[in-house]
C-alpha cells in the first residue's frame, strides 16, 4: 500500500486507477450472484487497479440489459479508505428489487439516490426520479481529492449514462428533503414526486454519501469493528466507544459475518433530519416516524410510502452546498 500512495504522489494528472474488466457473460455464469430472476441481463465484473499493486483495490459487479449503459450492482473495498463506491450487498438488492417488482403499483414512482435508483429501476422496472448517473459525491481516498477532476471525467466515461442539468437539480432538491426536518422533508419528496403514488427508499449507506455531499450540514463519521464474540458485547463497545469519542447517536451495517460497519452522528440537527429519523439510530424510531410510513425494510435497505399531497404550500429548501468543506471520515 505504501507503493501506492507514493506512485500517486509522484505521478499528479490523470486519474489514479483503472477498471479491468476480470470476467463477464450472462447470469447462468455468475451463480452465485443469485440473479436468476433477471436472467435478461450481462453481467460483468470489474476490479480497480493503480499503478505499483499488484492486487485490487476494489471490486463489484454491474449489468445492463441490451446495449444499455452498465450500473453497479455491489461492490467490495479492500482497503481502508472507500474508493468509487460504498460497501454493499447484492443479497438484500436482489430482496429489495423483488418486493418492489411484487408489491409496488406498476405506475408508481421510486425516489432514491441515484444509483440505488438506477438499480431499481433496472430490476423492478419501475420508474424511478433518478435514471442517469449523477456521480455525486465523488468517493475518492485523500491522496486522490486533487485529482477530483480528472477522477471524475474518467468515471463519467466509463459509466455513460450523465446526469443533465435538470436531473442535477433534481437530486439537489432530494439530497434537501433528507437533510430537512421529517415534516419539512416529506413535503419536498412529494414536491418532487408529483401527484403520482410514491416510495422513498434509503439505504444506511446513503448516510456517508450525504456527509460528503454536504459535510456542513451532516456531520457523519464511519468506524469498522471487528465481530467477535456475541452481539452483546460489541454492542457495549460500541456504545463506550461512542460517549468517549462524544458522538450522540449510531447505527450499524453489515458488512460481513465478520465485521460491521458502525456510523455515528455528533450532532443533534443532524440526529433530527428525515434521514436518521428514517434509520435504526439509537434515538430514532423509524416504525413511529409519522411523515412517511415503513413498509419494507431488508438488510440496510428502509422504504417508505410517501403521504399524498396535503394543502399546497411553498416549502423552502435546505441550502445546498457547492463544494464540501470538510469530507465525511472513517477509519
Known amino acids: 500500500m505504501l507503493a501506492w500512495f507514493g506512485w500517486l504522489w509522484f505521478n ?15 447470469v447462468s455464469q455468475f451463480p452465485k450472484l443469485g440473479l ?9 465484473r470489474y476490479e480497480i487497479y493503480t499503478e505499483g499493486v499488484d492486487q485490487p483495490l476494489a471490486a463489484g459487479h454491474t449489468a445492463r440489459r441490451g446495449s444499455g449503459a452498465p450500473v453497479l450492482l455491489d461492490w467490495e473495498n479492500r482497503t481502508s479508505e472507500l474508493i468509487v463506491s460504498v460497501d454493499r450487498k447484492l443479497s438484500e438488492l436482489t430482496a ?7 408489491h409496488a403499483p406498476k405506475d408508481a414512482l421510486v425516489l432514491a439516490w441515484w444509483d440505488t435508483s438506477r438499480q431499481i429501476n433496472l430490476m423492478s422496472g419501475r420508474d424511478t426520479l433518478f435514471t442517469s448517473h ?13 485529482r477530483r477532476e480528472a477522477i471524475r471525467k474518467y468515471e463519467n466515461e466509463f459509466w455513460g449514462a450523465s ?13 434537501d428533503a433528507l437533510l430537512a426536518e421529517p415534516e419539512q422533508g416529506a413535503a419536498i419528496l412529494r414536491e418532487l414526486a408529483g401527484a403520482r403514488e410514491a416510495y422513498i427508499a434509503i439505504h444506511v449507506t446513503d448516510l456517508y454519501k450525504l456527509g460528503l455531499m454536504r459535510p456542513e450540514q451532516f456531520d457523519i463519521t464511519y468506524k469498522n469493528f471487528p465481530m467477535e464474540g456475541n452481539m452483546h458485547g460489541l454492542i457495549g463497545y460500541l456504545k463506550q466507544w461512542m460517549q468517549d469519542n462524544n458522538f450522540l447517536t449510531y447505527t450499524l451495517q453489515s458488512l460481513d459475518d465478520k465485521m ?5 452522528l455528533r450532532e ?10 428514517m434509520l435504526p439510530f439509537t434515538q430514532s424510531q423509524p416504525l413511529d416516524l409519522q411523515a412517511v410510513q415503513l413498509i419494507y425494510q431488508q ?4 422504504v417508505y410510502k410517501i403521504p399524498s399531497a396535503k394543502v399546497s404550500q411553498e416549502v423552502p429548501a435546505v441550502p445546498a452546498q457547492s463544494a464540501p468543506a470538510s469530507p465525511a471520515s472513517g477509519s
Request: aromatic share 14%; net charge negative; charged share 25%.
Open 12 to 26: 499528479p494528472g490523470a486519474s489514479p486507477y483503472r477498471y479491468q474488466l476480470a470476467e463477464e457473460g450472462n
Open 36 to 44: 436468476e430472476a433477471w436472467p435478461d441481463l450481462s453481467i460483468a
Open 96 to 102: 429489495l428489487a423483488g418486493a418492489i417488482a411484487k
Open 134 to 146: 449523477v456521480g455525486e459525491p465523488l468517493i475518492v481516498p485523500v491522496m486522490w481529492r486533487d
Open 163 to 175: 446526469a443533465n442539468d435538470e436531473e442535477r437539480a433534481r437530486f439537489q432538491r432530494f439530497t
Open 260 to 264: 460491521v460497519r458502525a456510523y455515528f
Open 268 to 277: 443533534p440537527k443532524s440526529s433530527e433530519t428525515l434521514i436518521a429519523q
Open 299 to 302: 438488510g440496510g435497505y428502509w
